[in-house]
């Protein structure tokens, strides 16, 4: 039986899994979104350029390139921003102290607060933030869903014990 639980692991029918390791967001101005995400705390990697930076994420690199070069090498248009593009990243933090603490980070490093951190639905605690491009985050405290001793959100399987 195939181990495909490594990195390299190979899906049966010969098709590699599916795995995050790179988020790009396209920018309007590298500068100031690479000094948003350097105030935030992340750590502008060496292999970045005066056209790309990259930032070590937790276990995912974040990658910034500017928008009208990141439409173009996708070959899309680069159309209007809509005010919701539909997408959302997310942190989840480990207290619920944390996700006004975080939210409030982002705002003095120039962000917007979209939706303050309150309780939800769902039994944890959630707010959402807007880089100075307007990419959406989500902060939040679900604590049903642990860390592993490596950092990395843990997500209950169904069925399992």
């Known amino acids: 039986m195939q181990d495909l639980s490594t990195p390299d692991a190979v899906h049966p029918i010969g098709a590699p ?40 994420c937790g276990h995912v690199l974040l990658s910034l390139y500017p928008r009208h070069l990141l439409a173009e090498d996708a070959t899309l248009p680069d159309d209007a921003r809509q005010t919701f593009s539909g997408l959302a990243l997310a942190c ?9 603490a975080l939210i409030a980070r982002a705002v003095d490093a120039g962000g917007q ?36 001793a490596e950092g990395r959100l843990t997500v209950p399987v169904p069925g399992a014990a």
């Open 92 to 100: 989840n933090v480990a207290a619920e102290g944390e996700v006004a």
């Open 17 to 56: 899994d599916l795995r995050l390791h790179l988020v790009t967001l396209g920018v309007a101005d590298l500068a100031r979104a690479s000094a948003f995400y350097e105030a935030m705390g992340l750590q502008r990697r060496a292999v970045s350029s005066e056209t790309v930076a990259f930032f070590q």
């Open 113 to 148: 607060e979209v939706k303050p951190a309150q309780k939800v639905f769902w039994g944890g605690t959630s707010g959402y933030f807007a880089d100075p491009d307007g990419h959406m985050w989500e902060v939040a405290h679900n604590p049903f869903f642990p860390f592993d």
